[in-house]
């Protein structure tokens, strides 16, 4: 039975209880429907929480009807409902990998950290690359009929809605455990390598398949005529499963000065990884939008890189960086301080909180569970399990209700602020790109 708010769990974990016989598996009765937070203090969010109201603001006039909803059903891979604290999910066709089941395992796991608190809702979820909901198919008349759909990230000309990606609860196709796993590792590996005392080039290794951006990165190796100061290596994730993942390890490749973040058919989740080394990210500008990247800034946190000059503006990134390295390193050190502190754990599920909890009070219809579709728990997707899904949902697995409030939301932009932040992003990248036309002209001059 539910506990009683007047006692608290405090201390108290409700480990995953598996049976021989996965068959009978039940979803467990001793579980808090509720529990009562005995501290009131909340700390405010980060500062890109605020993003929640932008990526909401098309329905915020008229609301989500039950049609708009539905009309998003075609590009979902599930359907999630949430009625009384519990889960339910409808799937209607396979996602790539275990990105549908590690998205449905972390909203679990939100409802064990904060039982009883995330409201009754339904929504569509798309586990692909790419946004799909696209704004041109929806002006004039058409404005109050947007469907609402679920997504990794965003896109200028979509109205997807970004969600936290699978990856923070283990990617076990690619061997990346969950983030505070996988945070602690690379730290680990980092701390003892000074920046100075790194390669003082730009390090990447990925897919090199995926996307046309990747291949033509591949050109910075090129060093017949010019050291672009670029060190790119091809990732074949066919070699790292036979050979048992050994060259692959995330934590082995912090021992560059500086990182390349570049994007894939959409955008992609090795950009926590990449600002988490410590190194100084070069992030070639993404086309698309994760749910935290648009609380990042040019020169604070990474060094801006255009994507259609890409070798020239790496070679200026790193040679600057070679001759101001106390500057160089800063912008490495509050990129990762901000991946540690900004987008720690609990964090992540404040924000799937305020996010679910926000779109909620769009709804203008009533929550009802599919006909035919049973509650969804834990030990419902964790015991039938093997392997490393298994092993990462045992990891991540959230044990007790949480002993502290979600953070506090902090309030939408006004149009002065939106703008003025988006001049200031854009008035730092022009300063990097003059600063660069200046070091060409020079270096031009020499020969």
């Not at 290596?233 to 390349?260: N, P």
């Not at 969804?376 to 044990?399: H, I, N, Q």
Request: aromatic residues 14%; glycine residues 4%.
């Amino acid at each position: 039975t539910a506990e009683s708010p007047r006692n608290s769990t405090r201390n108290v974990a409700y480990p995953l209880v598996c049976t021989n016989d996965t068959e009978l598996l039940t979803c467990p009765t001793n579980y808090p429907a509720t529990h009562r937070i005995e501290n009131i203090y909340t700390e405010v969010c980060p500062e890109y929480f605020r993003w929640i109201h932008e990526d909401l603001r098309p329905w915020k006039a008229a609301g989500i009807t039950r049609e708009m909803l539905e009309n998003s059903k075609e590009h979902a891979q599930f359907r999630l409902v949430i009625l009384k604290g519990k889960a339910y999910v409808e799937k209607y066709k396979p996602a790539f990998q275990t990105r549908d089941v590690f998205t449905i395992w972390g909203i679990l796991q939100l409802l064990r950290l904060y039982p009883g608190k995330v409201p009754d809702l339904e929504l569509m979820f798309n586990c692909d690359d790419k946004p799909l909901i696209l704004k041109q198919e929806y002006q004039g008349s058409k404005e109050e009929q947007i469907p609402p759909l679920f997504h990794y990230c965003g896109h200028n000309t979509t109205f997807d809605v970004p969600f936290p990606d699978w990856s923070f609860w283990g990617w076990p196709e690619v061997n990346i455990k969950p983030w505070e796993d996988i945070l602690s590792a690379i730290k680990g590996k980092a701390e003892p390598i000074k920046w100075k005392d790194r390669e003082p080039y730009a390090f990447w290794k990925g897919n090199y398949g995926l996307a046309e951006t990747r291949r033509d990165l591949f050109r910075c190796n090129d060093r017949s005529r010019t050291d672009w100061k670029a060190r790119v290596y091809a990732q074949d994730w066919r070699r790292e499963v036979a050979d048992g993942f050994k060259h692959s390890k995330l934590e082995d490749q912090c021992t560059h000065r500086y990182k390349i973040y570049i994007e894939g058919i959409g955008w992609s989740v090795s950009e926590k990884y990449i600002l988490a080394c410590d190194s100084t990210t070069l992030l070639i500008k993404p086309e698309f939008y994760d749910y935290f990247i648009r609380g990042m800034m040019p020169m604070e946190h990474y060094w801006p890189i255009r994507p259609n000059n890409k070798c020239r503006d790496i070679k200026f990134a790193v040679e600057w960086g070679n001759n101001h390295t106390e500057e160089a390193q800063r912008i490495g050190d509050r990129g990762t301080k901000f991946v540690e502190e900004s987008l720690k754990l609990k964090f992540v599920y404040d924000y799937m909180f305020h996010l679910l909890s926000e779109y909620a009070k769009l709804l203008k219809f009533e929550v009802k569970v599919p006909p035919g579709v049973p509650e969804l728990c834990s030990e419902l997707m964790a015991c039938p399990a093997d392997g490393l899904v298994r092993t990462f949902m045992v990891e991540s697995m959230v044990k007790s209700p949480s002993d502290a409030l979600p953070c506090s939301l902090p309030p939408p932009y006004d149009a002065v602020e939106f703008k003025a932040l988006m001049e200031r992003k854009e008035s730092v990248t022009r300063q990097v790109e003059m600063l660069e036309a200046e070091f060409w002209k020079n270096l031009e001059k020499q020969f």
